[in-house]
Antibody, heavy 126, light 107 residues
Framework: QVQLQESGPGLVKPSQTLSLTCTVS??????????WSWIRQPAGKGLEWIGR???????DYNPSLKSRVTISVDTSKNQFSLKLSSVTAADTAVYYC??????????????????WGQGTLVTVSS | DIQMTQSPSSLSASVGDRVTITCRAS??????LNWYQQKPGKAPKLLIY???SLQSGVPSRFSGSGSGTNFTLAISSLQPEDFATYYC?????????FGQGTKLEIK
């Protein structure tokens, strides 16, 4: 059973870069038809998709964050990572990593997030 | 970008009630719609994928329906563990987007 675990600093200063890593256990990050996504949730608010990566290295980012986001993958460590630059207090949130599972029938491909990591709170403050 | 709107934003119900939550997309998304349950301090959990397919291990009292722009999550007989916040999410196109959530509370 695949499990995901986020790790990284819980406190980042304004204007600096937020860096998080998601470690995948119970399966290879390279196997199957999966993307790997980052999603965040400010306290008491809804969910925002940040972006995703395929194990080939191809990425998709939310345009609202694209200029500041980099997602990378390290298949040798079974990890993928998030970097968010020039952070402000508005970037304070719980950050989740999730497997973006793709399932294709004869005509269409659909995808969904499962499983998720437990989430890690990142606070932006001086 | 596709906007997802859920209604109601909050809902009070009793154990044993049947409840429905609605999700509307700003454009047609076929059946590219997923539902998640989130409890306080926990990560979201997948309930329904592709609008109507029940995720393995999820109780059969949960069901999803709809296509195009209008979708519904139904819980046939509320159990104490079902009181949580529910989110819909479109996977039709990136950037993926979620509804604002529906908080289901005990009456």
């Amino acid at each position: 059973q695949v499990q995901l675990q986020e790790s990284g600093p819980g406190l980042v200063k304004p204007s600096q870069t937020l860096s998080l890593t998601c470690t995948v256990s119970g399966g290879s990050i390279s196997s199957g038809s999966y993307y790997w996504s980052w999603i965040r949730q400010p306290a008491g608010k809804g969910l925002e998709w940040i972006g995703r990566i395929y194990t080939s290295g191809s990425t998709d980012y939310n345009p609202s964050l694209k200029s500041r986001v980099t997602i990378s993958v390290d298949t040798s460590k079974n990890q993928f990572s998030l970097k968010l630059s020039s952070v402000t207090a508005a970037d304070t949130a719980v950050y989740y990593c999730a497997r973006d599972q793709v399932h294709c029938s004869s005509t269409t491909c659909k995808n969904w997030f499962d499983p998720w990591g437990q989430g890690t709170l990142v606070t932006v403050s001086s | 970008d596709i906007q997802m709107t859920q209604s109601p934003s909050s809902l009070s119900a009793s154990v044993g009630d049947r409840v429905t939550i609605t999700c509307r997309a700003s454009q047609s998304i076929s059946s590219y719609l997923n539902w998640y349950q989130q409890k306080p301090g926990k990560a979201p959990k997948l309930l329904i994928y592709a609008a109507s397919s029940l995720q393995s291990g999820v109780p059969s009292r949960f069901s999803g329906s709809g296509s195009g722009t209008n979708f519904t999550l139904a819980i046939s007989s509320l159990q104490p563990e079902d009181f949580a916040t529910y989110y819909c999410q479109q996977s039709y196109s990136t950037p993926y987007s979620f509804g604002q959530g529906t908080k289901l509370e005990i009456k």
